[in-house]
């Protein structure tokens, strides 16, 4: 019953653990881009789950106790907070851990080059649109993938000042 209870390692060597881990998958995450957050699809789920279990070993350092498995979480919850409160006093720690908001339709127009830089084909694009009840790009003044991977949308008819100023433009 002991071994429940008692850790194989030590507090703060899972606390330096669970902090090495996390700031690494942090990174991971960021580095893959905000589609692999937001709008996973079926093999970025897979690899987050895997991600998940290959690092198990890494924050417990072999440890199965109950306590250990505890410390760890209120560690990782800490970590969590820690972050969030970085990212909410800081802009450039925000942007540094969420990623800026990348444009993807200005003005009705479609820019190729941004849905490149996401790794987003246009045929996803259009299907996530369409999730948005919008089945013609027409119909879409501008479209913007946020940091935490969803797109906001942005209609023509929502905004008739922006198609009277176009009209006046042509």
Request: net charge neutral.
């Amino acid at each position: 019953m002991e071994s429940l209870w008692k850790p194989s390692v030590a507090w703060w060597q899972l606390g330096v653990r669970a902090a090495v881990v996390y700031v690494a998958v942090l990174l991971m995450l960021r580095l893959a881009g905000k589609r692999q957050v937001g709008q996973m699809g079926t093999a970025q789920f897979v690899a987050l789950l895997l991600v998940s279990n290959a690092v198990q070993n890494s924050l417990n350092g072999g440890d199965n106790s109950l306590a250990g498995g505890l410390v760890l979480a209120a560690i990782l919850m800490v970590l969590s907070y820690v972050f969030s409160v970085l990212t909410y006093a800081s802009k450039d720690w925000e942007s540094f851990i969420e990623g800026r908001p990348t444009l993807l339709m200005h003005r009705g127009k479609l820019l190729p080059a941004n849905l490149r830089k996401e790794l987003l084909t246009l045929r996803e694009f259009k299907v996530l649109m369409r999730k948005q009840g919008l089945h013609n790009l027409n119909e879409v003044e501008e479209a913007v993938l946020e940091s935490d991977g969803f797109i906001s949308v942005v209609r023509k008819a929502e905004h008739p000042e922006v198609e009277e100023s176009h009209a006046r433009d042509a």
